[in-house]
Structure formats: C-alpha cells, structure tokens
C-alpha cells in the first residue's frame, strides 16, 4: 500500500521531541565549538529550533504542500540571521535533520520528508534576508500609516489614537483606516519582530492599542442600516493573532451584517453550539500560522457533520492560505480572502451564487 504525506506527517510528528534530540546531539558533535560558545541555553535553543522545524515540515506533509515549508524556512532564514545565527548553520542543520529522519524512520517514510527538506535547502540561497517594508511610499494614505506606526512604537497611544480621529474627521472613511493604516501598520509591525527590530512586548503594546482605537470607531462602525444577513467569526484554538478577524468583522458590520466576534481557543463544541444557535449565513475562520491548518480542517469537518450546520457557508484567511493559494479547497472551505475588504465581497458572492470564482 502507498504510504501518503499526510500518514508520514503525522508519524513524524508524534516522535517530534526524540527526533529534535536527536537533531541537536548531532549539531553539537559536528560543530563541537557551539557548546563553549553558547552553553547549555544555547543547546536548549537548537532543540527549540529543531522541533520547529520538524513541526512545520510535518503540517506541510500532512497537507501534502511542499510550498508550506518552503515558506516557513524563508521565513526562517530573516529571522535567525537577524539573531546572529547566518544562513549556513540553518541549512546545517537542516542537512542534519534529514540525515536523523533517514536514521530513524521507515524507508519511504524519510524518502518522502526529506524530499520537501531538500526542497527547501536548495531554494535557501534564493531566499531574501531583507524583508521590504509593509509600508510603501506609493501606498495609499502611506504617511498616516507611517506616523501611526512611529507614535505606536514610541508608546504615545494618546498621539496614535489622535491622528486616527482626526483622520474620521476629516473624511477618511474607517475602511481605509482598517485597511491602510491598522493592517499595514500590523504587518509592518510582524516584520520588525522578525529581523529583530522590536521586542515581543513592544508587538504586544501595538496590537493592544490598535484594537482600543478600533473600538473607539464602533459607535460610526455600528451606525448603518442592517441587510438581514450574519456572520459569525473565529481564530482557532491557539492562535492568539487574533486581530484581523476582528477587523473583518468590523467590516461586515460596515456592510450591514449582524456579526457574533468568537475570538480565539473557542472549543469546537461551543462553536457547533453558537452556529446551530444563531444560524448565520458565513462563518470565517482565521489562522495565521501553517501549524494552525490542521486545527481548521477539524473545525471545518466538524461543521459540515452537524446536520443543522451544512447550509452554512464556511471562508477562511491567513498567512498560510495566502501563500498556498489552493489551500482553502483542501480543507473544504468555500472560500478564501486576502483581507476584510475581500472577506465580505467574497461572503456577498456565496450568498448570491453559492460557491467561490
């Protein structure tokens, strides 16, 4: 019998601590000087990045998406040479990985994993080590973007909420501000933690004041007239990236939908349960890291056995849908999304014709 992706990726998966061991023994007996220059937290680190690895290598598998992991090793690459460690050790150890796999797996087990892992090597010297800005000069309302962004980063939320009202008032609708200013400002915020620019607290800080300012725009948010239609939003357990669902649903409450905002860590159970409640035309879940892919095909198969729950219609949006563009079919969506504005248009298409272009 043919032994699938998806079977190896969870057999790999559940030896992840072992392999991540094994991975990092072998780092340390090859480059024997990494213990005198980094002791035992640096060993502990490598054991970290090992298992990482290896997590992500194995939801690439399970989802049979070589590309999955190629993303999380770009990635990768930015942030660890921002930390001082270069591009070399990293396919090292990557090398080293696949070396361990082949060790300790089934034959075809290891031939199929380390096929994406030599994937992924050969396209590292490809990869970019400097991310552009989130936050281009011919962007729209790029200067608001830019002094929001530097007033969040210098703690002046008072300053930051000021130039986001002024803006209101002034005529700038609140689309353009949660799509302009507050995404891009998110994203730029993402990628200086990854090349080191900023602490996760300062990430922390940022979000936290974006969504008090956000919430300061529901009195206008919630202001128009109702189209008779509900959305019900959820990030998956675990994902604690949770504010750009809550921006798109501020936008569906834009457009006239009633909206129900879940969060994140809602067990399955009470989802089914708010869903057979409330009964709403979309649900949209959001996950923003690859590891996440898994906990939304079980979300999504959850859904579509509650008999009450079938009619429902089911988007989904993330950083892995958006690199794996096909991603959404795989985990039986009827749709995906690039951001708020597009959630809504591609809910609004559902609805009249009930499937995604």
Same mark, same amino acid.
């Given at each position: 019998m043919k032994t699938t992706s998806a079977e190896v990726g969870l057999r790999m998966d559940s030896k992840r601590a072992v392999l991540? &061991?094994?991975?990092?023994?072998?780092h340390y007996?090859?480059?024997?000087e990494l213990e005198q220059r980094y002791g035992e937290r640096g060993r502990q680190k490598c054991r970290e990045?090992?298992?990482?690895?290896l997590t992500y290598l194995a939801e690439a598998l399970a989802e049979?998406?070589?590309s999955v992991f190629r993303d999380y090793v770009a990635w990768a690459k930015i942030m660890l040479a921002r930390r001082g460690i270069p591009a070399r050790d990293l396919a090292d150890n990557l090398k080293i990985t696949a070396e361990i796999l082949k060790d300790r797996l089934p034959p075809q087990d290891a031939s199929i994993a380390c096929a994406y892992? &030599?994937?992924a090597i050969a396209g590292l010297p490809q990869m970019p080590l400097d991310p552009p800005c989130c936050i281009a000069p011919n962007q729209p309302f790029a200067k608001l973007a830019k002094s929001y962004m530097a007033a969040l980063l210098a703690c002046q939320r008072r300053e930051a909420t000021g130039l986001i009202l002024d803006a209101v008032r002034n005529g700038m609708s609140i689309k353009d501000i949660y799509i302009h200013v507050f995404q891009q400002s998110q994203h730029e915020i993402g990628r200086l933690w990854q090349i080191n620019r900023i602490t996760v607290a300062q990430e922390h800080y940022c979000t936290a004041a974006t969504q008090m300012i956000m919430s300061q725009l529901y009195p206008q948010i919630f202001a128009g007239a109702r189209v008779g239609r509900q959305f019900v939003g959820v990030c998956v357990g675990g994902d604690l990236h949770e504010i750009g669902m809550r921006m798109i649903a501020d936008f569906f409450e834009i457009d006239g939908w009633d909206t129900v905002y879940l969060g994140s860590n809602v067990p399955s159970a009470d989802l089914i349960h708010t869903l057979q409640e409330r009964q709403p035309d979309v649900v949209g879940i959001s996950a923003t890291l690859t590891t996440h892919i898994g906990a939304v095909t079980q979300?999504?198969?959850?859904?579509?056995?509650?008999?009450?729950?079938?009619?429902?219609?089911?988007?989904?949006?993330?950083h892995p849908f958006n690199v794996t563009p096909d991603l959404w079919k795989d985990v039986q969506a009827d749709g995906c999304c690039e951001d708020a504005r597009g959630a809504v248009e591609l809910a609004n298409q559902l609805i009249r014709h009930g499937a995604a272009s």
């Open positions: 991540a &061991e094994a991975v990092t023994d072998r007996q090859l480059h024997p990045d090992a298992a990482y690895h049979s998406k070589s892992l &030599e994937m979300i999504i198969s959850s859904i579509r056995e509650a008999p009450s729950c079938r009619d429902i219609k089911i988007i989904v949006g993330g």
